[in-house]
């Protein structure tokens, strides 16, 4: 069974641009889960979706956004981009959703210059 | 916010040698998952833990979901070179709305 898939792998945008990104689940997870990974913050939950609904949000700014589309796949949206919004972003699916057994994939990196 | 401790920060390790990580809160967990993660990668899934007090055992790898369900440990016995890596715990509660918090992470290296 294939993994949990994320493009691009890298990204580098300037400040003030936006930018997306795609997450393809593992085939019949339902759950999609995003976090932001940086150094000083570690991992940070951003949302997730489930059923192409957003079932839960985490503390990030309205500048973040994400969608769930009905194969299950999703993207995230990152509008007007910061420096501090360069970071690792992960997702990861689950069958059932919320916390149990997420499978995550290799991640964006994006940089924001 | 609930906070996950997860100690030691970083560890050598030298093979064969058999290494503990622990995390800690101090909120009660329903769930408790631990991951590594290798340089420029996602996390991986190595343990979920559903019940206090389960010990629950992947290959050289075995964790234990604390009985007071604010603790969860994870052990490797005799570590290879391929130990190296970030290991994560995170936890789950109805508190924090059912998504994962994580731990800041121990980084294993290779004694040199």
């Known amino acids: 069974k294939a993994g949990v898939t994320q493009t691009p792998r890298y990204l580098i945008k300037t400040r003030g641009q936006q930018v997306t990104l795609s997450c393809s689940p593992i085939s019949g997870h339902r759950s999609v889960s995003w976090y932001q990974q ?4 570690g991992l940070q939950f951003l949302f997730e979706y489930f059923s192409e609904t957003q079932r839960n949000k985490g ?9 769930q589309f009905s194969n299950s796949r999703s993207e995230m949206n990152v509008s007007t981009l910061e420096l501090g919004d360069s970071a690792l972003y992960l997702c990861a699916s689950s069958l059932h959703g919320g916390a149990y057994e ?4 290799p991640g964006t990196r994006l940089t924001v210059t | 916010g609930q906070q996950l401790n997860q100690s030691p920060q970083s560890m050598f390790i030298q093979e064969g040698e058999d290494v503990s990580m622990n995390c800690t809160s101090s ?16 996390p991986v899934l190595l343990i979920a833990l559903y019940k206090a007090g389960e010990l629950t055992s992947n290959g050289r790898l075995t964790a234990q979901f604390g009985i007071t369900r604010k603790d969860s440990f994870l052990n490797i016995s005799a570590s290879i070179p391929s130990d190296v890596g970030i290991y994560f715990c995170a936890g789950q509660n109805e508190a924090a709305g059912n998504k994962l918090t994580f731990g800041g992470g121990t980084r294993v290296l290779v004694k040199p």
């Not at chain 2, 909120?27 to 996602?42: M, V």
């Open chain 1, 38 to 41: 940086t150094p000083g913050q």
């Open chain 1, 59 to 67: 503390n990030f700014p309205g500048r973040f956004s994400g969608r």
């Open chain 1, 102 to 105: 997420q499978y995550f994939g």
């Open chain 2, 27 to 42: 909120s009660i967990f329903n769930t408790w998952l631990w991951y590594k993660q290798d340089p420029g990668e996602g």
